[in-house]
């Protein structure tokens, strides 16, 4: 593993104060894009309930990066992020470094100290990523299995293909939006039994409780990558809430799949955590049978141990956590993901997104979504104030929380979260 990532030491402390229970430890260092009343947009990254500002310590050379470009100043990520790997690595030791201290170039420079180390809560965050394109997988046998029993045959629940190939389709790049972005509820196309399809507001508006991972350097087209390469590639992950109109889906979606019923809103957390950050939580991926095809099958084959809760807050009463997940579930990982997306020569694309689907687990208690937690609105989910839910109804806020432990190292995520206003007339 310590040839491989670039692990923080877990008893290295940082020279600010950093709440224990904070996701964001030393250990952490996610990278983001902010902006302030007094300043631009500019890079930085996550410290307790701070914001370290890179393109201020890029300025003072502090930073092992060439001075042109400047990485740090612009309005995204992609320009860091498709450096590569080393830089990536670079950068973060270097702030290891200077935020423990034991470079103390940034702790004994009042003036500097001041203009690097910004309030979170005086900042505006950004998506961090130009999204050029958005795929999104559908890699949770629990998930796919769940959902094939209630439409198909539920001896024949998972499709043949399943277990040979990491499923996915085509999104829609352009309404990713960041977390805290409420948005109106879809219009579509609604069936009707018996006759011909209706005009109106979705009825059956769902949440998805994913992971997503961004591409840091792009491939060429033409080129493959094996899992094992694929990792080199990838920048870093979010959580992600990918809202899915199931009615309008159900009309739509044969021959070619989901379309509408996904394109209003994919909602993202601001902060990406780096595969560095996780690497102490590295636990062995779900076995794989039958084994897959030759260009699928991993060297280093793995998961992540991160805890997932899903919040549902409805607009008067308090939130309730109706899930409990985990990454770990993951039938097909992301280098299996990123590898199979580039088998045909296809090129990916520095801030290309890549989501998870739909993370179930095991119990029910761990179901990813209402469609299964409700079996499609059947079993309406009981809530503490005595209301039910199907689907989500105007007002419900949701919120995914992500993070990894092991003994006293925390590394979060933060949350993503997002409310479902009204139809729009």
Not at 244 to 253: G, H, K
Not at 370 to 375: Q, V
Request: charged share 20%; with cysteine; net charge negative.
């Amino acid at each position: 593993m310590s040839a491989m990532f670039e692990i923080i030491d877990a008893s290295l402390r940082a020279f600010v104060e950093v709440d224990e229970g904070s996701d964001f430890p030393i250990q952490n260092l996610p990278y983001g894009i902010f902006s302030t009343a007094d300043g631009g947009v500019r890079a930085g990254v996550a410290l307790g309930a701070w914001v370290v500002d890179l393109h201020a310590l890029d300025r003072a050379g502090l930073l092992p990066v060439a001075p042109e470009p400047a990485l740090f100043g612009r309005h995204s990520l992609n320009a860091f992020a498709a450096a590569g790997r080393p830089t990536w690595r670079a950068v973060r030791a270097r702030l290891a470094a200077l935020l423990s201290g034991s470079d103390p170039r940034l702790r004994d420079d009042a003036a500097l100290r001041s203009r690097a180390l910004v309030p979170m809560d005086a900042c505006t965050l950004h998506l961090p990523f130009e999204i050029a394109s958005y795929t999104d997988f559908y890699s949770s046998e629990e998930h796919a299995t769940n959902v094939g029993k209630l439409f198909r045959d539920p001896a024949n629940a998972l499709t043949p293909n399943w277990k040979h190939i990491p499923i996915g389709y085509n999104g829609r790049a352009s309404s990713v939006v960041l977390s805290g972005q409420d948005f109106h509820r879809p219009m579509g196309q609604l069936p009707v039994a018996g006759g011909p399809p209706e005009w109106g507001p979705c009825r059956q508006l769902d949440f998805e409780l994913e992971t997503a991972f961004f591409v840091g350097t792009e491939t060429r087209l033409g080129t493959r990558l094996s899992p094992d390469q694929a990792t080199d590639h990838i920048f870093g992950m979010v959580l992600m809430n990918d809202w899915s109109a199931r009615d309008i889906q159900r009309w739509e979606y044969v021959p070619l799949g989901p379309f509408q019923a996904k394109a209003f809103a994919t909602s993202i957390s601001p902060w990406v955590v780096t595969l560095d950050a996780l690497a102490p939580f590295r636990v062995p991926a779900p076995e794989q049978d039958p084994a897959p095809l030759s260009y699928l099958r991993e060297g280093d084959r793995h998961a992540y141990d991160i805890e997932l809760t899903v919040e549902l807050r409805p607009a008067a009463g308090d939130g309730t956590i109706i899930t409990r997940s985990n990454f770990r579930h993951l039938y097909w990982t992301m280098a299996q993901q990123l590898a199979h997306h580039t088998s045909s020569g296809c090129n990916v694309r520095t801030g290309d997104l890549m989501g998870s689907g739909t993370i179930s687990g095991p119990s029910r208690d761990a179901l990813g979504c209402l469609l299964e937690m409700t079996e499609n609105g059947k079993r309406p989910l009981s809530l503490p104030d005595g209301g039910t839910r199907a689907f989500l109804q105007d007002g419900d806020e949701i919120v995914i929380r992500g993070q990894a432990r092991r003994g006293a190292l925390r590394v979060g995520f933060g949350s993503v979260r997002g409310r479902v206003l009204p139809a729009l007339p």
